[in-house]
Structures are given as C-alpha cells and as structure tokens.
C-alpha cells in the first residue's frame, strides 16, 4: 500500500472575510501545493474547502490503494469528520438541536468524495497542533494566510528531494 499525507488549512481576515485554503500531498517521491483566495467567507469555510479541494485533487488522480493520512489543525474539521457527520446525514442535516448544519454544502462535498476515496484507499484523520513547528502544517498555514491576504505566494510542484521550506 502507497502512503500520502495530506496537510490542509484555511485562514479568513475578517469572519467572513477574505480568504484563503492551502493543501500540501507529500507523497513518496513527489510534493504538490494547492491553495486558492476567496472573498466573503469564514475560516471555517476555508477549513472545510482546503479539505474538499484536496479530496477533489486525490479523486481526479483516480488513486488507488493508498494510506491517504489528513491532517488538519481544525478542531471542527477533525470532530465533524469523526464524530458528527454520520449523525447529520441521519438526521437531514440537522444538528442534534434541530438547526441546520452550517456549511452542509461543503460537509456534503467531502463526504461525497471521502466515500468515493474509501472505495479504494484508506483514509485516517489526524489533528495536529496549530502553530507548533510541525513544518508542514506551518507552511500550509502560510499559504492560507498569504492568499487570504492577498500575498503572492509561489505554490511548488516537483520532487521531495527538491522540497525546501
């Protein structure tokens, strides 16, 4: 089985505010970051879209049998994905007080595409500490904040080896 960790964040200026989400995919041999701006969004939405995004991304590859290991520094990503989706598909996207689930479209999505990976691959979830040296969780942070920003940030695609943060 291949191995691929996955680290995501989302950042927002302002909530809602600008935007931004980053994904790094530290693959064996090769490295892809991914991020995008967006304006008018919480940070939440940004946690839950540089998951989506990443999800989407792995779908496109068509990958198959791979350890795909998430990491997110989100508390509500993390407990969401873990602990309540499975509840709120049950209960028509309604939280246990019977409101709306907020940001259901983007919970939909990774669900959606998290039941089309687990076909193939396996998936683990992990929460990391924010903001505690872990190199790569930091650098995505970097690429949210910096889009969010409105910094140019140069996203890198090539070799492990070649990888330098």
Do not use: C
Request: aromatic share 10%.
């Amino acid at each position: 089985m291949h191995k691929i960790e996955v680290y995501t964040d989302g950042s927002s200026l302002g909530n809602p505010g600008r935007g931004g989400w980053g994904a790094i995919f530290l693959g064996q041999k090769n490295v892809v970051e991914l991020g995008e701006k967006h304006n008018d969004v919480t940070n939440n939405q940004m946690e839950l879209l540089a998951v989506a995004k990443a999800f989407e991304f792995l779908a496109e590859k068509n990958i198959k049998d791979y350890l795909i290991l998430i990491k997110s520094d989100s508390k509500y990503f993390i407990d969401g994905i873990e602990k309540w989706i499975i509840d709120w598909q049950n209960n028509n996207w309604k939280t246990a007080n019977k409101k709306p689930v907020k940001n259901q479209n983007l919970w939909k999505q990774i669900l959606e595409f998290k039941i089309f990976l687990e076909t193939d691959n396996k998936l683990i979830f992990e929460h990391v500490k924010a903001h505690s040296g872990i190199k790569y969780n930091e650098r995505v942070d970097d690429i949210a904040r910096m889009l969010a920003g409105g910094e140019k940030i140069e996203l890198f695609e090539g070799k492990r080896l070649d990888y330098k943060i």
